[in-house]
């Protein structure tokens, strides 16, 4: 291989792993939050904070797990497009991401549908959620559920970009 064509690869590998990143970044904006609930702080909460389970095991599995798994998928995007992904297993981590990303953006996709549905009165609340619903917390959910539909695209996009490459090409970044 020439100096000339592994430059254009590098190139192209680098034009092409941002999938990653904005993938490891939206995992990462996903984290963060649930570490601050877990201590405590509501800020960002989607609904009332304050009747939300605190000091349980479903605290601890909400908050303090799912940040965990948050940062784990961030390391799993970053494998995706960092040199040292390359030493996994590139078919597992491909399936294993593009599984994840059919879920996550189908989630987020679902709960939008859902929003959709509620606001043409086609569905209503049940009583025990409609309070929920109403809350003026309740805003943050777009966010949220719009930051699984850009995690998913975004990690299926680098998955895909990752197994196309194949082994002997793939993806390179500075």
Same mark, same amino acid.
């Given at each position: ?34 570490? &601050? ?20 095991? /479903? ?24 040199? &040292? ?6 078919? !597992? ?5 593009? !599984? ?59 998955? &895909? !970009?990752?197994?196309?490459?194949? /082994? ?7």
């Amino acid at each position: 291989m020439t100096a000339a064509t592994t430059a254009t690869m590098v190139r192209t590998a680098g034009r092409q792993a941002w999938a990653g990143y904005v993938a490891a970044g939206a995992a990462l904006a996903y984290a963060a939050p649930h570490f &601050w609930w877990g201590a405590g702080v509501g800020a960002t909460f989607p609904g009332d904070f304050a009747s939300a389970p605190h000091g349980t095991w /479903e605290a601890a599995i909400g908050y303090w797990v799912m940040g965990a798994v948050a940062v784990a998928g961030a390391v799993v995007a970053l494998a995706l497009v960092r040199p &040292w992904g390359r030493r996994l297993p590139r078919r !597992t981590l491909c399936a294993l991401s593009l !599984t994840a990303s059919v879920g996550m953006t189908l989630w987020g996709f679902t709960y939008f549908a859902m929003q959709g549905l509620l606001a043409a009165g086609r569905v209503v609340s049940a009583p025990a959620f409609a309070a929920k619903d109403a809350h003026p917390q309740a805003a943050w959910g777009l966010f949220w559920y719009g930051l699984f539909v850009l995690w998913g695209l975004m990690l299926g996009r680098a998955a &895909w !970009t990752r197994l196309r490459a194949g /082994e002997d090409h793939g993806v390179l970044s500075r």
